[in-house]
């Protein structure tokens, strides 16, 4: 699975790991069982984030259920590294969903985020996603005031007609005159050939936030 993109594939599923990986050992000590069923959502913060609903072992090709976190009061979730490095991951069909009596948490519900449901299917942004994180985006700072072009982290706030609203995850090494958490405007352009997510910079000279015109701009090093 491409990591940028396996929230395509598995978010806002079931799904059951058959030989739990060392990272979901660690975080389910004191359970036992080396299978699982389990939902798989989106944290807006974390990423890619799976709810562990019932632990099992397979004897003579029959599920014998373990004690699981809900029977004993404790809810257990793993990131992305604990799921892929499993031995098997399967979606589970809707038949068996039913016939398993599996129901999505109702805490789960506060890790919507509708408004970004079809940011995060949108193909056109996959390239600039962080492993694991789709709301997480790199985004080139163009090279204003005769700064060097800077590559930052961006969280997806808001998309609206192919741009993007998003927060500042990292300082800038430059002083562009944007500050962590800032609020940036991006959008795709091409440069060389290549495409970017370039943020709209305000600059004194131009009170006024427009698109930088990258294509123009071949002198641009990375």
């Given at each position: 699975?491409?990591?940028?993109?396996?929230?395509?594939?598995?978010?806002?599923?079931?799904?059951?790991?058959?030989?739990?990986?060392?990272?979901?050992?660690?975080?389910?000590?004191?359970?036992?069982?080396?299978?699982?069923?389990?939902?798989?959502?989106?944290?807006?913060?974390?990423?890619?984030?799976?709810?562990?609903?019932?632990?099992?072992?397979?004897?003579?090709?029959?599920?014998?259920?373990?004690?699981?976190?809900?029977?004993?009061?404790?809810?257990?979730?793993?990131?992305?590294?604990?799921?892929?490095?499993?031995?098997?991951?399967?979606?589970?069909?809707?038949?068996?969903?039913?016939?398993?009596?599996?129901?999505?948490?109702?805490y789960l519900a506060?890790?919507?985020?509708?408004?970004?449901?079809?940011?995060?299917?949108?193909d056109s942004f996959?390239?600039?996603?962080?492993?694991?994180?789709?709301?997480?985006?790199?985004?080139?700072?163009?090279?204003?005031?005769?700064?060097?072009?800077?590559?930052?982290?961006?969280?997806?706030?808001?998309?609206?007609?192919?741009?993007?609203?998003?927060?500042?995850?990292?300082?800038?090494?430059?002083?562009?005159?944007?500050?962590?958490?800032?609020?940036?405007?991006?959008?795709?352009?091409?440069?060389?050939?290549?495409?970017?997510?370039?943020?709209?910079?305000?600059?004194?000279?131009?009170?006024?936030?427009?698109?930088?015109?990258?294509?123009?701009?071949?002198?641009?090093?990375?």
């Amino acid at each position: 699975m491409d990591l940028k993109t396996i929230h395509t594939e598995i978010a806002h599923h079931w799904i059951r790991i058959n030989g739990i990986s060392d990272q979901l050992k660690k975080v389910l000590s004191g359970f036992e069982g080396n299978n699982l069923f389990g939902y798989v959502y989106i944290d807006h913060t974390a990423g890619v984030t799976l709810e562990v609903v019932k632990l099992f072992d397979v004897e003579n090709g029959e599920i014998i259920y373990k004690d699981s976190p809900s029977d004993k009061s404790t809810r257990i979730i793993a990131r992305l590294e604990g799921i892929i490095n499993s031995e098997e991951i399967q979606l589970l069909p809707n038949e068996l969903i039913e016939e398993l009596h599996l129901e999505v948490p109702e805490y789960l519900a506060s890790y919507e985020k509708p408004e970004l449901d079809e940011f995060r299917l949108d193909d056109s942004f996959h390239e600039f996603r962080g492993d694991g994180f789709p709301d997480d985006v790199q985004i080139l700072l163009p090279p204003i005031k005769g700064f060097q072009p800077e590559l930052i982290w961006g969280r997806v706030e808001k998309h609206e007609n192919d741009q993007l609203t998003c927060q500042l995850l990292n300082q800038p090494h430059q002083d562009f005159g944007i500050q962590i958490y800032d609020l940036l405007h991006v959008s795709i352009q091409t440069i060389e050939g290549d495409k970017y997510l370039v943020c709209e910079i305000e600059t004194k000279e131009n009170s006024e936030t427009k698109t930088t015109k990258t294509n123009k701009k071949p002198w641009w090093k990375f």
